[in-house]
Each structure stands twice: as structure tokens, then as C-alpha cells.
């Protein structure tokens, strides 16, 4: 039985669940160059985020836009366009027009050589809540019986 491969936008919001918040921005983007889009890479790409644009409300509601993705050449010194073009529409569904070879660099630990472009994906993660107070509570909780107040 072979199962369907999730989707770019699933995995994309898979990928965005686990990483670390903004609040961490070096976590985050140790993590963001770390792990790929694909759950289970096949193939000589994968795809990982590159640059995101990030609205938090002072509620704690994340919004999260890509600007940039990257799709890397796995361990090669050379980009291919055309099979990366190719891999990306195979895999995701994507036929990106701007996809360009980000010449003289190498992906996250000499991963390989890679290329830009951008598609539109938007990840979106409500406010936190809490499990014993919420702002709509009318009452404080009560004081701590032996705080002595």
C-alpha cells in the first residue's frame, strides 16, 4: 500500500509547529537551516525555509509568511535548475518562475549548492491559552490559603 505524500502546505505548517518561536531567533534559525520540509526525503533535494516575515500580536497570535524558500542540491557542488525545477513540481505541486542558483554559497554545513524561490505559504498559530486563568475570567483565582493573605 503506498500512501500519499502530504502536501506543501501541510508540511510546511508540520515544519512550523515544531520549531522554536520567535522569541528565539537563533533557535530558530539553527532549526529552520537543520530540518526540511520533507518528513521523509526521497531524491537528491529538499526543500527548507529561507526567509519568512513573522507578525506576533501582543496576544501571542502567530502569523508566519514565507518570502524565500531554498531547495538544496543534497551534498553537491553544483546546482541543476532544471531537475530542481523538475523535483519541485514532482514532490510538491510547486512550478516556481523565479527559481534561481544562489551562486558561490553552500547550503547549512556544506549540505550543497542551492537555489532560491518563493511560493505562497502562510502559517497561522492562535493565542496561547491557559489552563487555570484566561482573560475573559471574571474573578482572579483565589490566594494561596497559605500565602496569608
Not at 96 to 110: I, K, N, T, Y
Request: glycine share 8%; charged share 20%.
Amino acid at each position: 500500500m503506498i500512501s500519499e505524500l502530504p502536501s506543501f502546505q501541510s508540511s510546511f505548517e508540520r515544519l512550523l509547529a515544531r520549531a522554536p518561536g520567535p522569541v528565539f531567533p537563533r533557535a530558530r534559525a539553527l532549526y529552520l537551516q537543520k530540518y526540511p520540509l520533507e518528513a521523509e526525503p526521497q531524491g537528491d533535494f529538499l526543500t527548507f525555509l529561507l526567509e519568512e516575515e513573522i507578525q506576533e500580536s501582543p496576544a501571542g497570535a502567530l502569523r508566519v509568511r514565507v518570502l524565500a524558500l531554498a531547495v538544496v542540491a543534497c551534498g553537491q557542488p553544483r546546482f541543476d535548475a532544471v531537475a530542481a525545477a523538475a523535483y519541485l513540481e514532482r514532490r510538491w505541486g510547486l512550478r516556481p518562475h523565479d527559481l534561481q542558483e544562489v551562486e558561490g554559497a553552500s547550503w547549512f554545513r556544506e549540505g550543497g549548492a542551492y537555489g532560491r524561490f518563493g511560493t505562497p505559504a502562510v502559517y497561522e498559530r492562535a493565542a496561547p491559552t491557559s489552563l487555570l486563568s484566561s482573560s475573559a475570567d471574571p474573578v482572579p483565582p483565589a490566594a494561596d490559603p497559605g500565602s496569608g493573605a
